[in-house]
Each structure stands twice: as structure tokens, then as C-alpha cells.
């Protein structure tokens, strides 16, 4: 958590469309944008925070997770977005673990690194052995073009993704009345 996904993607579209606040469990749902780079077209998904363990903080932490790890199973590219200035942390190692099996399609990527001077001060974030960590700041667009690049290399311009045209529906009530019970019916998935 905090560690700025929702401002990266933020920065990658070119519009403000996800919620960014300093505390944890802001984002629940694994959200999609479409975006493209250098005329590859491809599909960014907003996570939540990982933590591993349930915490009274973050309202449905487990399920968080889950959904998580169905969607990096399908990625195919993972940026391991880490924090510069809170710097390595137990839980990076952890998440390092489970992505290790992932780890030909991973790219630990540090933020908050807001001057290109910090940049050479990256070595902690070798540890987590999944190779050369890139260094960027979401909120600056330092190092954003190179990560693209990276998420991009092997994508196809020749293909051609657009949004749904068909209509949306909203459901609308007070809290905990069966909206996302109700949607996830309909749509037959959690």
C-alpha cells in the first residue's frame, strides 16, 4: 500500500482517474485502463496494496489479494512498484517471493525517487532478486518513458483495442445493500 500505483496510472493515461491519498487501502478493485505507448496499445491494471496478512485497517485485505494474484497470473508484464523513500521493506521481500515464479515477466520498479541524483542509490532493491530495478517518480514523470518501453518491447502495434461500446449501468444505494452482491451475480465472478 502507498507506494503510488494509482499515481503511476494516473501519469500513464494523462488524467486524474484514480482516487490517490496518503494512506493505505484506498484502492479495492482491480481497475483497467486502456492506454498506449509508441502506438502499442495495451491494458493497465490499478491493484491494491499487498500485505499478506489481514489487517483491521484495510477493509477486505484477503479478497484484495486474491483478486491480485488472478490478475498477475494473467499480466503479461508485472511492475513491482516499490518506495524509495521508505526504502526496502520486509514486505517488498515477501511479495519478491511470490512473484518469483513470475519472474521472466517482473520489473522492480522504485518510486519516489523525485531527482535523478537519487537514482544511483537503487542497490537495496537488488535484494529482492528480480534484477535491475528501475528508478522513477510518478508524481514527476522521471523514468516513466523507460518503463513503458520495458512494458512494451515484445507488444504489437498491428493490434487494435478500443473500449466497449456498449451502454453502462449503474447500481446505486446506500452501503450494504447488495450492490456489489448484485453485480457479482450478474456478471458471474467476484
Known sequence: PNVGKSTLINKIIGKKELITLDMPGVTRDCLEY?????????FLVDSGGILLEDSENIYLQSKI?????????????????????VGFHVIDKTIAKLLWVHKD??????????????LHSLSDFYALGLGEPLGIS????????????WCTEDFDKDVHYREPDNF???????????????????????
Request: glycine share 8%.
Open 34 to 42: 486502456l492506454t498506449d505507448w509508441n502506438g502499442k496499445p495495451f
Open 65 to 85: 489479494e486474491s483478486l491480485i494474484g488472478t490478475y498477475v497470473e494473467q499480466a503479461t508484464k508485472i511492475i513491482f512498484l516499490t518506495d524509495f523513500k
Open 105 to 118: 515477466k517482473v520489473k522492480v520498479v522504485v518510486n519516489k525517487v523525485d531527482n535523478p541524483d537519487m
Open 138 to 149: 510518478s508524481l514527476h514523470g522521471i523514468g516513466i518513458g523507460d518503463l513503458l518501453d
Open 168 to 190: 453502462k449501468v449503474s447500481f446505486v444505494g446506500r452501503p450494504n445493500v447488495g450492490k456489489s452482491s448484485l453485480l457479482n451475480a450478474v456478471i458471474e465472478d467476484e
